[in-house]
């Protein structure tokens, strides 16, 4: 059934707006270079069909290749709904209790807590000292669930403040290794990326079984400077829970597609996991879902996430359920969310996702009924 669904999200339907997406590819173009990105890729879903895809610019400046929708890129944070996915796959089956201590699930937990937080490792690492700020992991070991590490409320007291942190996201790989008795990357490949179709994604660059992929890899440009210059690639090479991942437009709309019918975690488990969370102190309603941004345009929902590798890489995947609409963006410079403070949980603030809002809104297409089935 994966598969099948996997073959089909690319039939477009037959009642596709061309006026829309004729008006999103001028914007995305002309936003690509006002920002200076040296190349980007879009998908668009309409009812799980892949309405409009297209690269815009290059993958390569100096050897001259350019960017289409079946580049690869790495995605940096838009790892993070993929590996919020796979957990609630164990939840799904008896495997794993969110509400259960983080340290449970992970194995030699108080050993790396001690080395991430000893004021040797921090000296050593000044970046590091602000990503494990206030974070109790001896103190609170008992307390700090798995879901306090899925809805960035990991820090001060467990559950009750949002603070975004990729850092401590991404040691969530711990807790699919615990569950899952194997490596992340192979977790990642033959539960999703493998049964999905989804052929020109890795779990992360490191990865060597495929080398045609790597091969097609769009390389990364520091933008800052008004010009794209080649830049390294970013460190680390290899897959954790909060980036890593490589991946094209298509592929995620692949993945997009089975999250709507359901054929990647049950309906009720993707609601749950778009909807915001609560401080456990205050009751404020939160940012975050699980895996997810979860935010009210004027009455209108919307999910979402974004990435950003800096001075590398940056994406943006918006899923609009009630147009059943969905936007993936990747490119190989950081602008495309450096800058905009979308960590704060207000996707508003980027002008790609203010394009593509006004664009949609100007058709007034909304209807009433739940996306998916």
Request: glycine share 10%.
């Amino acid at each position: 059934m994966l598969l099948l669904l996997a073959l089909l999200v690319l039939a477009a339907p037959d009642t596709l707006d061309v006026p829309l997406y004729d008006r999103v590819d001028r914007a995305l173009d002309s936003l690509r270079v006002e920002h200076d990105l040296p190349g980007l890729a879009v998908a668009v879903l309409e009812d799980g069909h892949v309405a409009f895809a297209r690269g815009y610019g290059w993958a390569d400046l100096e050897g001259g290749r350019p960017v289409t929708a079946a580049t690869p890129f790495r995605i940096a944070s838009l790892t993070k709904p993929l590996a919020a996915s796979l957990l609630l796959r164990q939840v799904e089956h008896g495997r794993l209790d969110l509400d259960r201590p983080f340290a449970d699930y992970a194995e030699g937990h108080d050993r790396w807590c001690q080395i991430f937080t000893s004021p040797e490792v921090l000296e050593q690492e000044p970046v590091l000292r602000d990503l494990v700020a206030d974070w109790r992991c001896r103190n609170e070991r008992d307390r700090l669930t798995v879901r306090h590490y899925l809805t960035h409320t990991a820090q001060g007291e467990p559950g009750a403040a949002y603070r975004y942190n990729g850092f401590l996201y991404g040691q969530l790989f711990r807790v699919a290794e615990g569950v899952g008795g194997r490596p992340f990357a192979d977790l990642l490949q033959d539960s999703l990326f493998t049964p999905l179709g989804m052929t020109r994604t890795l779990p992360s660059q490191a990865d060597s079984t495929r080398p045609d992929v790597l091969a097609d890899l769009a390389l990364p440009y520091q933008t800052s400077t008004g010009r794209p210059e080649r830049a390294d690639w970013p460190r680390p090479l290899g897959a954790n829970a909060g980036a890593g991942v490589v991946s094209t437009v298509l592929d995620l709309a692949r993945f997009d597609a089975a999250l709507d019918h359901g054929e990647v975690i049950g309906s009720e488990t993707r609601d749950a996991s778009t909807t915001p969370s609560r401080s456990s102190v205050t009751g404020e309603r939160l940012p975050y879902g699980l895996g997810w941004f979860v935010q009210d345009l004027g009455g209108e929902p919307a999910v979402w996430h974004y990435g950003w590798q800096p001075g590398a890489y940056s994406g943006l995947w918006l899923r609009l359920p009630r147009r059943g609409l969905t936007l993936i963006l990747l490119s190989n410079g950081e602008e495309l969310s450096s800058g905009f403070g979308l960590g704060e949980g207000d996707v508003e603030r980027s002008p790609f996702a203010r394009a593509f809002l006004d664009v949609v809104r100007s058709f007034g297409r909304l209807r009433t009924g739940p996306r998916g089935r």
